[in-house]
């Protein structure tokens, strides 16, 4: 496919998806649209990259082994851009939000982390790995070099046929639509309220807000050169300069006495210490990468 067409692709695909997720905000009740359709995309995308990962037939012990952390050379920035996307700073900030938006008291906050929060965060975590091992395994058979998704699933096609092919594409593509969907609205939302505005999901500048960082992405996609794997790469690991500032935030918050006995603890705040280390480490690295110094 020539490089004419694959943009031509990617701006078609973003502005159905565009037209899409703004569908969805102008329902009524914001939240519990966003909600459940987040629930069920979640659960599409889970059972894609499941079944891809079995019919890739990953080394599962070479996975296992995968967990010590590396640096391959030149890999910097897709690190950086992981750890961005598993390590959301901007989705820990915007919690809040969607706490205050579903009503959740106090006293629900021990329920509400076992049967929301925790799973969360552990369910991402595995779904990029089993990404990481399909990708990983489709390559290793071949020993193709590929740089875009169409590239990818083509390759995956021999290994587990059309049907295989069409379970992992199906898998990126609700990865792809709910994250939009989440992070617009939490985009809109936050620099609703940073702005002054009340009314929360429902309010109309919010609502106006989401739009425009829904348009500004399209803007994105239509006009940013080179390779669109590398637009999302880079565009993830730049939410990683912002991260130090909102962790930093987020810890003086949860130290305030505003908080009540909700208040971190000693070992919460010592996670929390090792977590910031991590992502300002990550911030600098970035730095050094964009400057040249690295």
């Not at 898998?171 to 505005?197: C, E, I, K, P, R």
């Amino acid at each position: 496919m020539s490089a004419a067409r694959v943009t031509a692709s990617a701006l078609l695909w973003t502005t159905v998806c565009t037209v899409g997720v703004a569908f969805i905000l102008l329902m009524r009740n914001i939240y519990t649209a966003v909600e459940r359709v987040l629930l069920v995309l979640a659960a599409m995308m889970a059972a894609g990259f499941v079944i891809s990962a079995f019919l890739a037939g990953p080394d599962w012990s070479a996975g296992a082994a995968g967990m010590v952390p590396t640096f391959p050379p030149g890999a910097e920035l897709l690190i950086i851009a992981l750890v961005g996307t598993n390590f959301s700073i901007n989705a820990a900030f915007f919690t809040s939000y969607a706490t205050r938006e579903r009503g959740i008291r106090a006293d629900q906050y021990r329920d509400a982390t076992i049967t929301d929060t925790i799973p969360g965060i552990v369910a991402p975590g595995i779904m990029t790995c089993l990404v990481i091992m399909v990708a990983a395994a489709v390559l290793g058979h071949t020993g193709e070099k590929v740089t875009t998704l169409v590239q990818l699933a083509n390759v995956f096609e021999p290994l587990a046929g059309k049907a295989g092919s069409m379970i992992f594409v199906i898998g990126f593509f609700v990865a792809a639509f709910s994250s939009m969907l989440a992070n617009a609205t939490a985009g809109g939302t936050l620099l609703a309220d940073g702005l002054g505005a009340s009314g929360g999901f429902e309010g109309k500048r919010s609502k106006l807000l989401v739009a425009c960082v829904l348009g500004f992405g399209l803007f994105a996609v239509a006009l940013a050169p080179g390779s669109r794997v590398q637009l999302i790469i880079f565009a993830q690991a730049m939410t990683v300069l912002v991260a130090p500032f909102l962790g930093a935030m987020l810890l003086v918050i949860a130290n305030t006495r505003l908080m009540g006995d909700l208040r971190n603890t000693w070992w919460q705040n010592l996670f929390v210490g090792i977590g910031f280390l991590a992502i300002l480490l990550s911030s600098g690295l970035l730095v050094a990468k964009l400057t040249g110094i690295a």
